[in-house]
DNA sequence: TTGTATGCGTTATCAC
DNA sequence: GTGATAACGCATACAA
């Protein structure tokens, strides 16, 4: 099984080479017959077009690059399968990067694709407002950025985003419906661009219903677990709230064991509800009240927004936002009784 | 920001391209002070290399794939998250490819990066074990591959699983001895590497206390929820197991709901254990007992495997064989008593 | 519709 | 330690 180029390969067809290239390139002009034969003798031989080649020659891969902030929540990886769906019927390959939260990696990162490897990027940030700076500097002709869920709210780029306001919103309504005076809001960053927006959409729900946006309620949380429990564990004791809205889902879990060690009653004594798109929150003890963003669905859009603009060739005037609706689903955890 | 190239550079430096090549290459050969003086203005125009040439000169784009079954597995995602951190400090880039468990998909990715576009391969397997053909055919010298999770017996390449027998066997045990008599064996595809290996480790188990293997205990069950859900219904209720080892997360799942629908109480009259490295089965009702894998170890040691291979540059005589350990974490769904 | 010639931007080999 | 030159394998402008 060796190695055959075009030249040969064009050789044997007794073609030239530009031929033997546009039957593959599926070009327009050349004979049908042609191409069948081509096609057929290059089948024989193993010979398939070499992509370093290809690339260089066009400047570009197909492939593009999606920046994520964790692999562990579910929601980023059903957002990967939706861009990767759609990625694969128009023949894109999509490599995956994960920053960690870290903005110094978002940073490593665009720069490591400079200068060729991937055509374009689908990113969800990493830092605050004042963080862009490396994404200003880059030139989205070169290399178009499409952001979704996390995005920086002074860049001016394409987005695809869930309506984290309304939701987050609605989300407090509905405990103050269900009778919670003192709302606890759990974010992992009130600086970053979701927590930021589901805060105020947290806060003008309590403002609309007259009660108090109080500091000692907004807790901002760590990455780390053990240091989360402790927190909200003071929270618990101290401030006493009786409902909770978790901005992420992992601290929804943390509040469910923390309320396991200190005999906190969900949803008697406290009331939950948090982002997550995972599906079996709802065999959780008790069932647990979700925001559930359409994750696959958020891949799906930034994934064709993307490729719609690397195929089109050309930037559009004002860059496309995209809002996807998310979900309310009230389970027991937020139930006005047990 | 007009885009520049190596010999615009080295005009700037009065400087030959080679010597600015070297420079970037970490070149042995070149005075310090010149490749200082190189990188200082690169970096002042704002140079970098192109990837698309250096890959066809190279014949190497220093990119891995991974390729797995399902993004919406915990297990997976974790792999990926390890396989991507060890790639990152190896300085790879890592392509992430889904096949929804079906052969055909994982063929044509095979096709798709055939001559180019990777280095090397980690994948974990679709087919059953007389569908490999596509990998036998493949020159591991030009496109090395390491199989992980889910691999093809009759097939010789570097492999990293889990030990699915001793952990398989070792559940059993544990049902058995909480008082079992009757287990359910449930999972998707019982030719499938993974599920075949359990199902042994199952069925020694059985054998070794002197209880039979019936067939109608070993439950092959589909992808979609709603089809399971109906054989696990006619499962419970006319089989009636008191027992479950399923194979596979989303069919302990399963179990949960179908459970919950005729009133089955776990662990009372139904003992669960199920393969989970799903992080909140603590918190369901009854918490899950699980065999966790080390997923991101997983991934860690076949990106370690591949990568090594790919920096010594020459095929190792025999194929590595990793297998590691895997934790049952014993919870509530097997209790003897609730 | 096909062939010819050139260049994509590097890296590697060989001189100096 | 540095420079000149030849690939790497393909895609396209242009000619036929």
Redesign the interface.
Known sequence: ?T?IDIIQLAKVLNLSKSTVSRAFMGSSDIKPETRARILKVAEELNY??????S??RK?K?K?IAVVVPE??N?FF??I??GV??VAKAK?Y??????TDGDIQKEKDFLN?I????VDGVLMSVSGAAGDSAHLKNI?VN?LPIVLFDRTYADVNLPKVVTDDYESSYTATQHLLENGCKRIAYLVVNKEHSIGKTRLQGYQDALKKNGLPVLDELIVDCAHAYAENATRMESLFREVKPDGVLASVERLA?ST??VCQALNIRIPEDLKVVAYSS???VQ???PSLTTITQPAEAVGEAAATLLLDRLIAGEEPEEPQHVILPSNLLIRKSSALEA
């Not at 398939?48 to 080649?53: D, G, Q, S, V």
């Not at 390959?93 to 994960?98: G, N």
């Open positions: 099984m190695k398939r077009p070499n992509h370093y080649a690339n260089l400047q891969s492939i692999l562990g579910n990886s059903q990967i399968r990767e769906r023949d390959h999509v490599l995956v990067y994960t490591s400079s200068n060729g490897r030139d070169r879990f469910y064991y995972l599906e079996i065999l959780l003890n």
